[in-house]
């Protein structure tokens, strides 16, 4: 008996040494574990961070590719229409410069009388014709003279009515489409009188009024 108790000591001993060293050795692990925990959430963060920074760069790349896209095919489109424009006006110019002729035979006749019933209907009609594809007609008596849509063809004096330069006598009608024209105004101008000329009037007037009231006075004398 003595034997088998100094046996059961020993065992009794080691294992509560082993209990202790395996208690010691989870608590080392916990530690450890505790410490690696916050490291790697912050790592992961940290990635997050990134890809989140990678796919905002991405998109404002993409957003402003497609701005650029979009104005790229804004301006296209307005080069298009442009175009067609020009491409639609010229032709429209090439094919109603040649009646400009025609239309001021019509004037020179619808002038004089020379227009029987049946051709002044057709002269109306292709009048109309014309103004809706876009030509018009256009210089009056007493509009300002404008070098840009006249053509002078004299200038026969001054005008104390006026007070710029005006187109007094129309010879030929002018003609544009839109903007463009196509033939100017052949216009005769009248230049505002000049200071002296307009003092000079003023005083024969007054003169002439003068003259009028002594003989009212004669008479009634």
């Not at 993409?62 to 424009?85: F, H």
Request: one cysteine or more; charged letters at 35%.
């Amino acid at each position: 008996m003595a034997n088998e108790t100094e046996v059961e000591v020993p065992l009794e001993a080691d294992a509560a040494d082993a209990t202790a060293e395996r208690a010691e050795g989870d608590r080392s692990e916990a530690a450890e574990a505790d410490q690696a925990g916050p490291s790697e959430a912050g790592e992961e963060n940290r990635e997050s961070q990134l890809v989140a920074s990678y796919l905002q760069q991405a998109l404002e790349e993409r957003t402003a590719d497609l701005q650029r896209l979009q104005a790229e095919y804004l301006n296209y489109k307005r080069r298009v229409e442009r175009d067609r424009d020009l491409v639609r006006e010229n032709a429209t110019f090439a094919a109603l410069a040649p009646i400009v002729d025609v239309l001021d035979t019509i004037d020179r006749a619808r002038e004089h009388g020379d227009l029987d019933e049946g051709f002044a209907a057709v002269a109306d009609q292709l009048e109309r014709v014309v103004a809706k594809a876009g030509l018009v007609k256009y210089g009056e008596p007493g509009d300002p003279f404008d070098p840009q849509f006249h053509e002078a063809l004299s200038h026969i004096g001054e005008d104390p009515e006026v007070e710029v330069t005006t187109c007094k006598i129309v010879a030929k009608a002018g003609y544009r489409i839109g903007d463009r024209v196509v033939r100017a105004a052949q216009v005769l101008v009248v230049d505002p009188a000049t200071t002296e000329a307009t003092t000079g009037t003023a005083n024969d007037t007054a003169s002439e009024a003068t003259d009028e009231a002594t003989d009212d006075e004669s008479g009634q004398g």
